[in-house]
Protein backbone atom coordinates (compact mmCIF):
# COMPACT_ATOMS: atom_id res chain seq x y z
CA UNK A 1 0.00 0.00 0.00
CA UNK A 2 3.08 2.36 0.72
CA UNK A 3 4.71 1.43 -2.38
CA UNK A 4 1.59 2.25 -4.09
CA UNK A 5 1.13 5.35 -2.77
CA UNK A 6 4.93 6.91 -3.37
CA UNK A 7 4.67 5.35 -7.19
CA UNK A 8 1.20 7.74 -7.64
CA UNK A 9 2.98 10.88 -5.81
CA UNK A 10 5.92 9.86 -8.19
CA UNK A 11 3.36 9.74 -11.38
CA UNK A 12 1.49 13.19 -9.95
CA UNK A 13 4.93 14.81 -9.41
CA UNK A 14 6.17 13.59 -12.91
CA UNK A 15 3.01 14.69 -14.38
CA UNK A 16 2.57 18.18 -12.92
CA UNK A 17 6.12 18.94 -14.08
CA UNK A 18 5.48 17.54 -17.55
CA UNK A 19 2.70 20.37 -17.64
CA UNK A 20 4.29 23.12 -16.28
CA UNK A 21 6.87 22.77 -19.02
CA UNK A 22 4.06 22.68 -21.95
CA UNK A 23 2.16 25.36 -20.37
CA UNK A 24 4.32 28.08 -19.14
CA UNK A 25 6.36 28.82 -22.82
CA UNK A 26 2.42 29.57 -23.58
CA UNK A 27 1.78 31.63 -20.03
CA UNK A 28 4.31 34.13 -21.30
CA UNK A 29 2.02 35.64 -24.08
CA UNK A 30 -0.42 36.41 -21.41
CA UNK A 31 1.90 39.30 -19.61
CA UNK A 32 3.26 40.39 -22.81
CA UNK A 33 -0.15 41.21 -23.87
CA UNK A 34 -0.41 43.43 -21.20
CA UNK A 35 2.88 45.46 -21.75
CA UNK A 36 2.84 49.56 -21.92
CA UNK A 37 5.57 49.64 -24.77
CA UNK A 38 5.31 48.79 -28.31
CA UNK A 39 7.76 46.22 -28.14
CA UNK A 40 7.30 41.54 -26.92
CA UNK A 41 10.20 42.45 -24.53
CA UNK A 42 10.00 40.56 -21.49
CA UNK A 43 9.90 41.37 -18.69
CA UNK A 44 7.41 44.06 -18.93
CA UNK A 45 8.12 47.21 -17.94
CA UNK A 46 5.00 48.79 -17.19
CA UNK A 47 1.42 47.73 -17.40
CA UNK A 48 -1.27 48.63 -19.77
CA UNK A 49 -5.01 47.44 -21.79
CA UNK A 50 -3.98 49.58 -24.47
CA UNK A 51 -3.50 46.08 -26.63
CA UNK A 52 -6.63 44.67 -25.92
CA UNK A 53 -8.19 48.23 -26.96
CA UNK A 54 -6.11 47.86 -30.44
CA UNK A 55 -7.78 44.16 -31.02
CA UNK A 56 -11.36 45.07 -30.29
CA UNK A 57 -11.31 48.63 -32.19
CA UNK A 58 -9.52 47.04 -34.97
CA UNK A 59 -11.91 45.93 -37.53
CA UNK A 60 -9.18 44.13 -39.45
CA UNK A 61 -9.07 41.90 -36.23
CA UNK A 62 -12.64 42.06 -35.51
CA UNK A 63 -13.12 40.42 -38.65
CA UNK A 64 -10.08 37.42 -38.80
CA UNK A 65 -12.04 36.60 -35.42
CA UNK A 66 -15.31 36.32 -36.87
CA UNK A 67 -14.27 34.55 -39.70
CA UNK A 68 -12.59 32.04 -37.27
CA UNK A 69 -15.56 31.56 -35.34
CA UNK A 70 -18.18 30.96 -38.40
CA UNK A 71 -15.59 28.82 -39.59
CA UNK A 72 -14.62 27.05 -36.88
CA UNK A 73 -18.71 26.15 -35.87
CA UNK A 74 -19.29 24.94 -39.35
CA UNK A 75 -16.54 22.56 -38.76
CA UNK A 76 -17.86 21.18 -35.89
CA UNK A 77 -20.77 20.41 -37.03
CA UNK A 78 -19.71 18.91 -40.82
CA UNK A 79 -16.63 16.90 -38.94
CA UNK A 80 -18.82 15.91 -36.14
CA UNK A 81 -21.99 14.08 -38.49
CA UNK A 82 -19.49 12.76 -40.99
CA UNK A 83 -17.56 11.64 -38.16
CA UNK A 84 -20.11 9.92 -35.82
CA UNK A 85 -21.39 8.46 -39.26
CA UNK A 86 -17.74 6.91 -40.73
CA UNK A 87 -17.16 5.43 -37.22
CA UNK A 88 -21.04 3.97 -36.54
CA UNK A 89 -20.43 2.72 -40.09
CA UNK A 90 -16.49 1.05 -39.31
CA UNK A 91 -17.84 -0.70 -36.48
CA UNK A 92 -20.70 -2.12 -38.06
CA UNK A 93 -18.65 -3.54 -41.42
CA UNK A 94 -18.41 -7.14 -41.21
CA UNK A 95 -15.15 -6.83 -43.35
CA UNK A 96 -12.48 -6.06 -40.65
CA UNK A 97 -9.12 -5.81 -43.19
CA UNK A 98 -11.10 -3.18 -45.53
CA UNK A 99 -12.25 -1.43 -42.09
CA UNK A 100 -9.11 -0.95 -41.10
CA UNK A 101 -7.49 0.02 -44.08
CA UNK A 102 -10.65 2.89 -44.49
CA UNK A 103 -9.59 3.71 -40.71
CA UNK A 104 -5.88 4.36 -42.08
CA UNK A 105 -7.13 6.58 -44.95
CA UNK A 106 -9.59 8.52 -42.36
CA UNK A 107 -6.81 9.55 -40.14
CA UNK A 108 -4.29 10.22 -42.26
CA UNK A 109 -4.84 13.54 -41.87
CA UNK A 110 -3.12 13.28 -38.62
CA UNK A 111 0.15 11.93 -40.10
CA UNK A 112 0.36 13.42 -43.41
CA UNK A 113 2.64 16.50 -42.78
CA UNK A 114 0.65 19.80 -42.81
CA UNK A 115 2.31 21.58 -45.36
CA UNK A 116 1.84 18.29 -47.84
CA UNK A 117 -1.64 18.99 -47.32
CA UNK A 118 -1.73 22.22 -47.27
CA UNK A 119 -0.49 21.99 -51.33
CA UNK A 120 -2.65 19.50 -52.50
CA UNK A 121 -5.60 20.98 -51.57
CA UNK A 122 -4.12 24.80 -52.73
CA UNK A 123 -3.66 22.83 -56.40
CA UNK A 124 -6.81 21.27 -55.79
CA UNK A 125 -8.58 23.92 -54.60
CA UNK A 126 -7.51 26.02 -57.46
CA UNK A 127 -9.06 23.70 -60.04
CA UNK A 128 -12.84 23.92 -58.08
CA UNK A 129 -12.69 27.95 -57.60
CA UNK A 130 -12.84 27.41 -53.55
CA UNK A 131 -9.70 29.86 -52.60
CA UNK A 132 -10.50 31.89 -50.88
CA UNK A 133 -14.59 31.58 -49.89
CA UNK A 134 -16.05 30.33 -46.61
CA UNK A 135 -17.49 26.65 -48.41
CA UNK A 136 -13.12 26.07 -49.05
CA UNK A 137 -12.29 26.89 -45.46
CA UNK A 138 -14.91 24.81 -43.95
CA UNK A 139 -14.39 21.70 -46.48
CA UNK A 140 -10.18 21.89 -45.94
CA UNK A 141 -10.32 22.13 -42.08
CA UNK A 142 -13.07 19.52 -42.11
CA UNK A 143 -10.24 17.43 -43.37
CA UNK A 144 -8.12 18.20 -40.27
CA UNK A 145 -10.73 17.57 -37.65
CA UNK A 146 -12.39 14.65 -38.75
CA UNK A 147 -10.07 11.93 -37.91
CA UNK A 148 -10.31 13.55 -34.13
CA UNK A 149 -13.59 12.60 -34.15
CA UNK A 150 -13.18 9.37 -35.55
CA UNK A 151 -11.04 8.70 -32.90
CA UNK A 152 -13.67 9.99 -29.96
CA UNK A 153 -16.59 8.54 -30.99
CA UNK A 154 -14.32 4.94 -31.86
CA UNK A 155 -13.49 4.79 -28.36
CA UNK A 156 -16.64 5.54 -27.02
CA UNK A 157 -18.02 2.41 -28.91
CA UNK A 158 -15.63 0.20 -27.46
CA UNK A 159 -18.04 0.16 -24.56
CA UNK A 160 -21.39 0.28 -26.26
CA UNK A 161 -23.23 -3.08 -26.21
CA UNK A 162 -24.78 -3.80 -29.68
CA UNK A 163 -27.52 -5.52 -28.51
CA UNK A 164 -29.01 -2.60 -27.23
CA UNK A 165 -29.33 -1.66 -30.97
CA UNK A 166 -30.78 -4.72 -31.73
CA UNK A 167 -33.32 -5.21 -28.96
CA UNK A 168 -34.18 -1.75 -30.52
CA UNK A 169 -34.97 -2.89 -34.20
CA UNK A 170 -36.54 -6.46 -32.66
CA UNK A 171 -38.98 -3.96 -31.29
CA UNK A 172 -40.14 -2.46 -34.73
CA UNK A 173 -37.68 0.69 -34.48
CA UNK A 174 -36.06 1.58 -38.12
CA UNK A 175 -32.16 1.35 -38.36
CA UNK A 176 -32.40 5.66 -37.76
CA UNK A 177 -34.98 5.63 -34.69
CA UNK A 178 -32.53 2.81 -32.63
CA UNK A 179 -28.94 5.00 -33.93
CA UNK A 180 -31.05 8.34 -32.50
CA UNK A 181 -32.87 7.45 -29.82
CA UNK A 182 -30.94 4.61 -28.46
CA UNK A 183 -27.24 4.74 -29.69
CA UNK A 184 -26.58 8.42 -29.89
CA UNK A 185 -27.58 9.12 -26.56
CA UNK A 186 -25.16 6.70 -25.18
CA UNK A 187 -22.10 7.27 -27.24
CA UNK A 188 -22.76 11.15 -26.84
CA UNK A 189 -20.00 12.15 -24.93
CA UNK A 190 -17.24 11.18 -27.62
CA UNK A 191 -19.56 12.84 -30.31
CA UNK A 192 -19.33 16.59 -27.87
CA UNK A 193 -15.65 15.65 -27.56
CA UNK A 194 -15.03 15.02 -31.24
CA UNK A 195 -17.13 18.59 -32.00
CA UNK A 196 -14.95 20.25 -29.48
CA UNK A 197 -11.39 19.09 -30.76
CA UNK A 198 -12.91 20.11 -34.24
CA UNK A 199 -13.62 23.55 -33.16
CA UNK A 200 -10.32 24.05 -31.76
CA UNK A 201 -8.61 22.20 -34.68
CA UNK A 202 -10.25 24.54 -37.20
CA UNK A 203 -9.76 28.00 -34.92
CA UNK A 204 -6.10 27.20 -34.57
CA UNK A 205 -5.07 26.24 -37.71
CA UNK A 206 -2.43 28.65 -39.75
CA UNK A 207 -0.43 26.17 -42.68
CA UNK A 208 -3.62 24.96 -44.36
CA UNK A 209 -5.44 28.65 -44.19
CA UNK A 210 -2.50 30.33 -45.77
CA UNK A 211 -2.58 28.47 -48.72
CA UNK A 212 -6.32 29.07 -49.40
CA UNK A 213 -6.72 31.91 -47.88
CA UNK A 214 -7.55 35.41 -49.81
CA UNK A 215 -7.33 39.63 -49.23
CA UNK A 216 -10.90 38.98 -48.59
CA UNK A 217 -10.74 36.03 -46.53
CA UNK A 218 -8.82 35.19 -43.77
CA UNK A 219 -8.73 33.76 -40.59
CA UNK A 220 -7.56 34.84 -36.90
CA UNK A 221 -4.22 33.20 -37.13
CA UNK A 222 -3.19 33.68 -40.36
CA UNK A 223 -3.81 37.46 -39.14
CA UNK A 224 -1.89 36.85 -36.70
CA UNK A 225 1.15 35.64 -38.68
CA UNK A 226 1.03 38.42 -41.07
CA UNK A 227 0.93 40.60 -38.47
CA UNK A 228 4.26 39.02 -37.24
CA UNK A 229 6.12 39.13 -40.43
CA UNK A 230 5.28 42.92 -41.26
CA UNK A 231 5.05 44.42 -37.77
CA UNK A 232 5.25 43.06 -34.20
CA UNK A 233 3.20 44.81 -31.75
CA UNK A 234 2.03 43.19 -29.00
CA UNK A 235 -1.78 42.88 -30.51
CA UNK A 236 -0.89 40.17 -31.35
CA UNK A 237 -0.45 38.94 -27.69
CA UNK A 238 -3.36 40.06 -27.19
CA UNK A 239 -5.00 38.26 -29.80
CA UNK A 240 -2.84 34.98 -28.42
CA UNK A 241 -4.55 35.34 -25.36
CA UNK A 242 -7.69 35.53 -26.57
CA UNK A 243 -7.64 32.62 -28.01
CA UNK A 244 -5.96 30.77 -25.24
CA UNK A 245 -8.85 32.02 -23.31
CA UNK A 246 -11.50 30.69 -25.87
CA UNK A 247 -10.04 27.06 -26.13
CA UNK A 248 -9.92 26.64 -22.51
CA UNK A 249 -12.87 27.85 -22.09
CA UNK A 250 -14.66 25.53 -24.51
CA UNK A 251 -12.57 22.73 -23.49
CA UNK A 252 -13.07 23.43 -19.84
CA UNK A 253 -16.80 23.62 -20.27
CA UNK A 254 -16.84 20.74 -22.49
CA UNK A 255 -15.31 18.31 -19.76
CA UNK A 256 -17.45 19.65 -16.78
CA UNK A 257 -20.50 19.05 -19.31
CA UNK A 258 -19.58 15.29 -19.87
CA UNK A 259 -18.65 14.93 -16.37
CA UNK A 260 -22.23 15.73 -15.25
CA UNK A 261 -23.89 14.07 -18.17
CA UNK A 262 -22.02 10.80 -16.73
CA UNK A 263 -22.94 11.28 -13.20
CA UNK A 264 -26.54 11.75 -14.56
Not at 19 to 30: K, Q
Not at 117 to 127: E, H, K, N
Not at 197 to 207: L, P
Not at 235 to 250: G, H, S
Request: proline content about 5%; glycine content about 6%.
Amino acid sequence: MKHTMVTRSLLWAFAAVVAALLVLPTAVVIPLSFTDKASLAFPPAGWSTRWYENFFTDPTWMRALGNSLTVGLLVAVVATVFGTAAAVGLRRWANRRAAGVTQAVLLAPIVVPAIVLAIGVYATFLQLQLLGTVPGFVLAHSVLALPFVVISVSATLVGYDDRLTLAALSLGASRWAAFRQVQLPLIMPGVVSGALFAFVTSFDEVVLSIFIKSPYLETLPVKMYASVTRDTDPTIAAAATMIMLLTTAIITIGLLSLRRRKRA
